[in-house]
């Protein structure tokens, strides 16, 4: 069995952000709450030796909430993963703590030295308003996100913008040129767009979140035209298991996800993930698929 990404549900069910496309709610609670779990570390132990013998280059460190609510624990994780010695160790969050100053710099040095790689930062494209809309409507406005990538950069981090698609955002090639100009500008290394994903209404935790995503799409045939757009004006690197393309674009490097439907190859879990509980899983959604 070989596995490409172990993720490790990092936090609680809590987050700073408010997006209506939140996957936590699309997705069943799995035993989290809002309540920071303590990880059962023996378990933990277990799930990082399984990784290391089916041979993951990859550890994300994510959540069902924002893992940054809650450093310690981050720094936690870490620390156990070190002696794994995974060669690339990537970190989801929204941003908005590490922008606040809530994560400070001494936490940001340890990170990098228990071997953190790259801080993935979620957005829903450049544009502000947009932005704020989505993750802080609570907010006045969103964070400074040329601050923070020069802040992660300081740090020692590679920096992944993860954009979720939206109509009303990346839907164009004109809009995915902006903020392609936008990646290169700020010296970002990898950028990753994918569209946002309408879940099966009967699989929701949260109805909204259905009628959400349904109302703010991408149309079909406007992914298609980006993709076209890409597939003509990049030059294609690597083709990941999970129907992901990496292209390189005038020198930016700009993965697109659902660009392709691809089956994964039935020996190969995409991913292992490990849950504060104890209990490794390998799909986000189906309790059946569970390992212990
Ligand atoms: S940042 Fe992530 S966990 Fe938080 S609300 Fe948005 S999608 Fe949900």
Known sequence: MRIQTFSVIAGSAACNARCPFCVSRMTPPQGMSLKLPEPHWRNFAKACALAQQAGVTTVLITGKGEPTLFPDQVTAYLAA??????????????????????????TLADWYKLGLTTVIISITGIDPQINRDVYLPHREAYIDLVALIARLHRAGFSVRLGCVALAQGVSTPERLQDLLAFARANQVEQLTVRPVTTPDP???????????????????????????????????????????VVFDVGGQNLCLSNCLTIRPDEEELRQLIFFPDGHLRYDWQYAGAILL
């Open 81 to 106: 993963l070190a002696p794994y010695r995974f060669p690339f160790v990537e970190l989801q969050s929204n941003g908005i703590a590490i922008a606040d100053g809530r994560i400070d710099d001494a």
């Open 202 to 244: 009967g699989t929701v935790q949260d109805l909204s979140v259905f009628e959400w995503t349904r109302d703010h799409a991408v149309p079909e045939h406007a992914w298609k035209a980006l993709v076209t757009w890409v597939e003509a004006n990049g030059n294609r690197l690597l083709q990941l298991a999970h129907g992901a």
